[in-house]
């Protein structure tokens, strides 16, 4: 079974900037391209950004364009987003995702972590 396990979530003023991780363990030899969906209070839980296996594509969502970058480290099954410039609308419970991709967008799996909470104040 594959497992992820996000890091890094907190508290950040407006502005600021934070880096989370996910990691993946038990069968992270099946992994492909991974992502990022966050669910703010009362929304719907939305994409942030995914990136492919061999790191040459990346994809993000609208809001977060310019301000958040993927990467990976395929050595040790670890995705990560650099977030700067944050919102308070960025606040979110942040999960990690596997999932695949095409050419012009990456799309999830059922398989998520647990989360990890990011609030940004104003």
């Known amino acids: 079974q594959l497992r992820l396990e996000e890091s890094g979530g907190g508290l950040v003023q407006a502005g600021g900037s934070l880096r989370l991780s996910c990691a993946a363990s038990?069968?992270?030899?099946?992994?492909?391209?991974m992502g990022w969906f966050r669910q703010g209070p009362g929304k719907d839980r939305e994409f942030v950004a995914g990136?492919?296996?061999?790191?040459?594509?990346?994809f993000y969502g609208d809001s977060v364009k310019g301000r958040f970058t993927i990467t990976r480290d395929n050595a040790e099954t670890t995705v990560f987003l650099e977030m700067v410039d944050l919102k308070p609308e960025d606040t979110a419970v942040y999960y990690c995702?596997?999932?695949?991709?095409?050419?012009?967008?990456?799309?999830?799996?059922?398989?998520w972590g647990q989360g990890t909470q990011v609030t940004v104040s104003s």
């Open positions: 990136i492919s296996y061999s790191g040459a594509k990346t």
């Open positions: 995702n596997a999932g695949g991709n095409t050419a012009s967008y990456y799309y999830p799996y059922d398989t």
């Open positions: 038990g069968k992270s030899d099946t992994v492909d391209a």
